[in-house]
């Protein structure tokens, strides 16, 4: 209860910074700004989901081309730091255009943080420049918002580990609990994960239930047996997530 009482007050009341909403859902908090013209753009930046990413960026463009899904794009921030997607998500939204997105490391995060503009430039087409103006207010805010539903699943922001193995490697299709797949049960699950000194998992919890027990028990089973982190002194925390869906 003390979970979705937390996601319920920050859902509830979204904040204004310098032209950012800030806004959150049960797992992460995402800053969204339009940014006019004859050609609008929309950049969502959300904070980060697991501990393998700082967190996600997404450039919304009405007036994009269905021919660039599938290239690659490269962000440029006004700092002079390069964002590099050979193999970038792109695809055509509801509303039209065009979808970029790519995840962000720690270093992404604080050239955001520092940065006034962003280039984009997608294969050979002419660049795009976006007048964001000073990121770092919203993206502090944006932290602040994320670390508060860290600290409300019991985890210390600065002391999160990402995982030393490939997060793929940690479920297959065989995987699937017989019994879930027999009730059509799917959903996405989060867990949080106690690491120890060796590196490997002493505890699991699930803060996301996909409202499937047996998931979410088959979740923690996995990660407990199969995820590595690096070695370290202290507690530690790590969060996986996983999309568990049927084959069509």
């Known amino acids: 209860m003390i979970l979705f009482a937390l996601a319920a007050a920050l859902a509830a009341a979204p904040e204004r910074v310098d032209g950012w909403a800030i806004t959150s ?28 990413y700082a967190g996600n960026i997404w450039i919304l ?4 081309s269905p021919d660039w899904i599938g290239k690659s794009f490269v962000l440029k921030s006004s700092s002079g730091a390069r964002f590099i997607w050979p193999y970038a998500y ?3 939204p509801p509303e039209g255009g065009v979808s970029l997105s790519g995840s962000l490391d720690v ?4 050239a955001l943080v520092g940065t006034s503009s962003l280039k984009v430039q997608i294969a050979d087409i002419a660049p795009l420049t976006i007048a964001t103006g000073p990121m770092a207010p919203a993206m502090t805010a944006l932290k602040k918002c994320g670390d508060a539903i860290l600290r409300g699943w019991g985890v210390d922001p600065d002391r999160m580990v990402g995982l030393s193995v490939v997060p793929t490697s940690l479920f297959w299709n065989a995987d699937y609990p017989i019994d879930a797949r027999l009730a059509k049960q799917q959903g996405r699950v989060v867990v949080i994960v106690g690491v120890g000194p060796s590196g490997e998992p002493g505890t699991c919890k699930v803060v996301v239930s996909s409202g499937s027990a047996s998931l979410d028990s088959r979740t923690c089973e996995l990660v407990l047996e199969r995820a590595r982190y690096p070695k370290g002194t202290g507690q530690r925390w790590g969060i996986t997530s996983t999309r568990w869906a049927l084959s069509r």
């Open 25 to 52: 859902d049960a797992e992460r908090c995402t800053a969204t700004r339009t940014f006019g013209g004859r050609s609008p753009v929309t950049i969502r930046v959300n904070s980060r989901t697991t501990s393998d």
């Open 61 to 64: 463009m009405p007036q994009g």
């Open 90 to 92: 792109m695809s055509q």
């Open 107 to 110: 270093r992404d995060w604080a």
